[in-house]
């Protein structure tokens, strides 16, 4: 691997090279110049770039098979997060990669006629080994954003159905207890008796949008939701894995766990004359299947995917590249999912 360009070498980069990339720049309107000047951080990827292809013709550096690292160079790393931190479009620093290869060959070729192909090998490859470190911690930051913008958002969400949704209903529900206490009627009493369901549900929806995986593993993390949400009649969740259990994404596991607890809340919400639902995580070398059923009857018609539940759990499956099917038959009924990997060349 060629070394980071020292910053006593940098100096002797020809600025007229500089000059003219701001000039074309401005010309596309880009943000990465202006008047004066382009983006120091250019600034300084362009001078390294020239330097290290100089370096490398003048000293004949053989070119790596692999001209890329991945997890290198620090500085290029940074570059990429500062990219992203000023909303960046991804699209400037290839053309402005594309303009540079263009303006720095013809000029550094000059100087050294039957060079160009030499040249041009080490010009390419002084500017692609930048991107891939550049690129991948730019996706981070944004990644990163996301998963705080979707955590924070659930927070928001669950804290105002607790606060204010939940709150309203309970209060609500306490002055007909009072009302009825007084005069009982058969209407308020069945009033009652939707108020106390509909709280306990909006209770139930608090809690799930506060259920994260965080830290733990997606079998420890269901059977934390089936213990805080078990007791008072509800429908009883067993959680069984089989298989060597492999790492997931942040996102992959927040959307598995996301659908083995709507289809754990669509079963203990719809499943006729069931007495418990089973969560199995069947894990193998190529993928992942998850299966969420429950004891009961099942449906009288085939399920609608089109409803707001099932629906949803599609588009969470599909976001990650899973398939679902939803299984109806007595005994069995609820979802099966699988969320394939990539196999190991000796599986």
Do not use: C
């Not at 089973?278 to 089109?306: A, C, F, M, N």
């Amino acid at each position: 691997m060629i070394e980071t360009t020292r910053p006593d070498e940098l100096r002797t980069v020809p600025d007229e090279i500089l000059e003219e990339l701001r000039a074309r720049l401005l010309e596309r309107g880009s943000s990465l110049a202006n008047d004066e000047s382009v983006d120091g951080g250019l600034e300084f990827q362009v001078r390294a770039i020239v330097a290290e292809t100089l370096a490398a013709v003048e000293n004949a550096v053989e070119r790596p098979a692999v001209s890329v690292e991945y997890h290198d160079l620090p500085d290029l790393s940074s570059h990429g997060q500062r990219s992203a931190a000023m909303a960046m479009d991804p699209a400037e620093p290839l053309m402005a990669a594309e303009l540079l290869f263009s303006i720095a060959l013809p000029k550094i070729a000059d100087e050294r006629p039957g060079r160009e192909l030499d040249i041009a090998g080490a010009l390419h490859h002084a500017i692609w080994r930048r991107f891939p470190p550049g690129a991948i911690a730019y996706v981070a930051v944004l990644r990163g954003r996301l998963q705080l913008s979707q955590y924070e958002t659930r927070q928001r969400i669950s804290r105002e159905l607790h606060d204010r949704i939940a709150h309203g209903i309970a209060a609500g529900l306490q002055r007909l207890e009072i009302a009825n206490a007084t005069s009982p009627d058969e209407s308020l009493t069945a009033a009652m008796r939707i108020l106390r369901v509909a709280l306990a549900d909006t209770q139930d929806l608090a809690l799930d949008l506060r259920s994260l995986v965080g830290d733990r593993s997606l079998l420890e993390a269901i059977e934390e939701y089936a213990y805080a949400t078990g007791g008072g009649g509800v429908l009883p969740v067993h959680a069984v894995e089989t298989g060597a259990a492999r790492p997931l994404t942040a996102l992959a596991e927040e959307e598995l766990f996301m659908i083995v607890m709507e289809a754990t809340r669509n079963a203990r919400t719809h499943a006729t004359r069931a007495t418990a639902i089973t969560v199995r995580l069947e894990w193998s070398p190529t993928k992942v299947t998850i299966t969420v059923t429950d004891d009961g009857d099942g449906y009288d018609h085939k399920p609608q995917t089109t409803s707001l539940g099932l629906r949803g759990i599609a588009e969470r499956a599909a976001l990650i590249g899973a398939s679902v099917e939803f299984l109806n038959r007595a005994g069995a009924t609820g979802l099966k999912l699988s969320l394939p990997f990539v196999a190991p060349r000796n599986a």
